[in-house]
């Protein structure tokens, strides 16, 4: 019964709390690192929320807790203050669908996850609570123009990759498709997990070995797409560009995340 935005925020703030409780009950602490370069970027473009910035931030995606780290990404005090946010912002998230399957099991002919739900019911509740979109196969109404509409309003989250690496040093190639419907003037921050594969790897399947550790999560600056990487034609060649370049600064950044000395 709640306005749109209401509803968003309130289920953006229990996210969040989702993230640092599921954090701290598997022993997970995170760093963030922003690049020395951000912030006079960022000032240079004026990501502050209600500016009209369309901005996507770009994980990388290589373990099943990837999601709970980038939940504590987007509310931790380095990136609200090289973003010039004052608080977080309502994020809407490009999802697969069933992301919740590798933890479900099924009882007596029901399927429940790890969180008490069916992958099922929860991508249904992720779009009509949280507002994300979910790339559901059977989707017909384009959902990625969708989630192009939305960056109006909000920031959006994409996990390039498309799916979980298998291995360590793994990083899938970015789905180039997806730049054929994202606006020109959209802004992309690389985002690079460095450490946490290890924490809850893909492999074997279904694995629940969940292991204690550290992740180390680096923030590349801000790329605007209006530039180069998002001409008005829409060749493969101009979706393979920008998506080999966004693999690049993602194997770069878990290689040697440390930032450059500035001179």
């Known amino acids: 019964g709640l306005a749109e935005a209401e509803r968003q925020q309130g289920a953006w703030k229990a996210n969040l709390k989702w993230a640092e409780t599921t954090l701290k009950t598997f022993g997970i602490d995170v760093s963030v690192t922003i690049d020395p370069a951000f912030a006079e970027v960022a000032r240079e473009l004026d990501l502050r929320p209600g500016l009209g910035r369309k901005v996507v931030f770009f994980p990388t995606h290589q373990s099943l807790l990837d999601h709970p780290v980038m939940y504590h990404t987007l509310q931790s005090p380095e990136l609200l203050q090289a973003m010039g946010w004052s608080a977080p912002v309502p994020c809407c998230l490009l999802s697969r669908p069933r992301l919740m399957q590798a933890t479900a099991i099924k009882i007596g002919g029901r399927e429940i996850s790890l969180i008490g739900l069916s992958p099922a019911e929860i991508d249904r509740l992720q779009e009509e609570v949280d507002g994300y979109v979910i790339l559901a196969h059977d989707d017909t109404g384009s959902p990625i123009k969708r989630f192009a509409a939305i960056l109006d309003d909000r920031p959006g989250v994409v996990y390039g990759g498309g799916t979980t690496s298998a291995f360590d040093l793994q990083v899938l190639p970015m789905q180039h498709a997806l730049f054929a419907h994202l606006p020109q003037d959209t802004v992309f921050i690389p985002v690079a ?46 979706q393979l560009e920008p998506a080999t370049l966004f693999q690049a600064m993602h194997i770069a950044t878990l290689l040697d995340p440390a930032p450059p000395k500035s001179t």
């Open 193 to 238: 997990f460095r450490g946490i594969h290890s924490l809850w790897p893909k492999s074997p399947r279904n694995n629940l070995n969940v292991s204690p550790g550290h992740v180390d999560v680096f923030i590349s600056p801000p790329v605007p797409g209006e530039t180069t990487l998002l001409p008005r034609k829409r060749a493969l060649r101009t």
